[in-house]
């Protein structure tokens, strides 16, 4: 391992555990009532995943020099959307699937109605924690990140982009139609992360702001290209999830539409999309480089 990739991989395990801790912070504690809905939230968001968003935000922070508590918090509040998008799509009404994050799902572990709940409560969390803190100098682009959250979860997000995504199981998608789906379903809450953690410190100028979002996009599709690569290719104990959901759903991916080799190459294309709009930004913008690459090469 190159000296570079020993720094990285330190800066990654220290910042997942600011991630952890950050959860841990803002998650109510089962000793409140009602117990069992607030051990489930932390069951469903804690201790788990790679933390892929928070250290998104972490890393773009590390941009604009923002300060690491403010970041962990916006961070947080991602990676609650994120979590009850899992648990919502686990579901037997969505995906229908038993095991997640090596665990199993939290419709398993509790049952329907605490998972429909849980889900709602951790979105409702994600919004308090956005609120409940100073996060940005300036009100005004704390209030930005309130609305970039929101419209990134939403009908016009994450949530549209399921609905598009139930509704093309068993069809034929072609890539602008399969791009425009996970642009919505996995792109906008990464894009959101890094963009929150932008908003934690100084501001950036509006070239240094579309260069930033270029890479947030990018990085965004970049993700899914891949997790269809390993929903094809990894095992279930890999993934700590069930692999090979998309081929048994019928479900249109990167990998049916083009082909291995060429959603491989895509993959590679999307990252050097990623790393050209970094450099502008300068040697700040490093570990944002050094995630992309995590992102394309992970195994998990
Ligand atoms: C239910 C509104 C609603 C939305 C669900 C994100 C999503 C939309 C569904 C998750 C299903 C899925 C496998 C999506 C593909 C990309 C993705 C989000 C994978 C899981 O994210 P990781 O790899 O998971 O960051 P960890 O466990 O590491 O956090």
Redo the contacts with the bound molecule.
Sequence with gaps: MSVDAAGFEAWMRAHQALAERALDQVLPGAEHAPARLHAAMRYAASG?????RPLLAFAAGGVVDAPVERVALAGAAVELI?AY??V??DMPC??DDTLR?GKPTVHVQYDEATALLVGDALQSLAFQVLTDHTLADDPARQLEMVRLLAQSSGSRG??G??AIDLAAVGRTLDVAELEFMHVH??GALIRCATLLGALCGRPLGEVERAHLDRFAKAIGLA??VV?DLLDAEASTATLGKTAGKDAEANKPTYVTVLGLRAAKEWARDLRAQAEAALVPLGPGAARLGQLADFIVKRQF
């Design positions: 788990g995943g790679k933390r892929v994120h998008s899992l919502h799509d969505m995906d994050r994450m949530a982009g399921q379903k996995t993700f899914q997790d």
